[in-house]
């Protein structure tokens, strides 16, 4: 507790020595008490400075938002760690960049809005040493502890549910069935680890770069080829696997006359223009990622 009010003490000193190099041009009206102690139960207190008042407003907004925030993430590593205080300074920091890349999905925090200000007061100021004008803005933001609660209850709900959703695409790896669907885990997976600032951001990496090795054990396989006609299929390690993509398909002396993607891809080629003195072929290619896939099959002269 003496360390506390000790703390408190040489803030307000500080405050007065920064007050004392400011000089006061013009106000709002008298200055409220809430603005002179910068706390209330029930309340957010922020200031922000510009050189516009516009300017200061919004800045004062800003930092409300970065309040309500911080306060979510206090509250959620308060109540589900115990540990060390330098840990809990590194996972509020975490929770807080986690919470501020969702919060064009909180409702709440999209709300904020001048409009729901409860009050305001604002100077200008005149910095007495670079002789510099600026607004001071200060607001009082209402934020009960019962709003607070339900702001970290969403955020818990919200993060469940991509802990749920890193799962599913965990268990999905063995059964993909289609080189669409590693295309969307791997887009799904780099926007989900842009956003994480916890643990789950390295594992989620991970299993993102897992995808991407799947391109890699991707090949193509003949299924049939009589003398014009090709068939063949993707095959991702022992199981066949689909793609809607039609393949490039050439060949030195084959004319391609047609080419049909589905669950097997069906080449169809004249080879008038083929001699059995020289090894003949059509060549079928894809572009998965960064990984080219291609095989030439031998055209069936002899």
């Known amino acids: 507790m003496k360390k506390i009010l000790f703390t408190f003490s040489l803030l307000q000193l500080g405050v007065a020595a920064l007050f004392a190099q400011q000089k ?8 409220p008490s809430w603005a002179k102690q910068l706390v209330e139960t029930g309340y957010i207190i922020t200031q922000g400075n510009s050189a516009s ?4 407003q919004q800045k004062a907004l800003l930092l409300v938002k970065q309040e309500i925030v911080r306060s979510v993430a206090e509250q959620i590593v308060s109540a589900g760690t115990h540990v060390v205080q330098e840990q809990n300074r590194q996972l509020t920091e975490s929770y807080t960049q986690s919470i501020t890349s969702k919060a064009s999905k909180v409702p709440f925090l999209q709300g904020i809005s001048v ?7 604002w100077e200008k100021l005149r910095d007495k040493s670079s002789k510099a004008d ?30 749920q959703r890193i799962g599913e695409l965990e ?14 885990a791997v887009d799904e997976l780099g926007s989900l680890a842009s956003t994480l600032e916890d643990s789950r951001k390295e594992k989620v990496s991970l299993l993102q770069s897992r995808y991407r090795a799947l391109y890699e054990s991707i090949a193509l396989l003949e299924v049939e080829h009589t003398l014009g006609r090709l068939t063949c299929k993707l095959m991702l390690g022992e199981r066949p696997v689909k793609t809607s993509r039609k393949p490039q398909v050439k060949s030195a002396c084959a004319a391609i006359a047609q080419t049909l993607a589905g669950d097997a891809c069906s080449i ?7 001699y059995t003195d020289v090894e003949n072929f059509v060549e079928v290619s894809y572009r998965f990622g960064h990984k080219n896939v291609s095989h030439k099959f031998l055209i069936p002269l002899r």
């Open 115 to 121: 409009s729901k200000v409860e009050d305001s007061y």
């Open 53 to 56: 008042l516009s300017d200061a």
């Open 268 to 274: 169809a080629y004249r080879y008038d223009g083929c």
């Open 24 to 31: 006061l041009l013009e106000s709002s009206g008298k200055k």
């Open 134 to 163: 600026f607004y001071r803005y200060y607001i009082k933001y209402p934020f009960s502890a019962a709003q607070l609660g339900k702001l970290v209850a969403e955020f818990k709900e919200e993060d469940q549910k991509i802990t």
């Open 171 to 184: 268990a999905l790896l063995t059964q993909v069935e289609s080189v669409e669907q590693i295309d969307a």
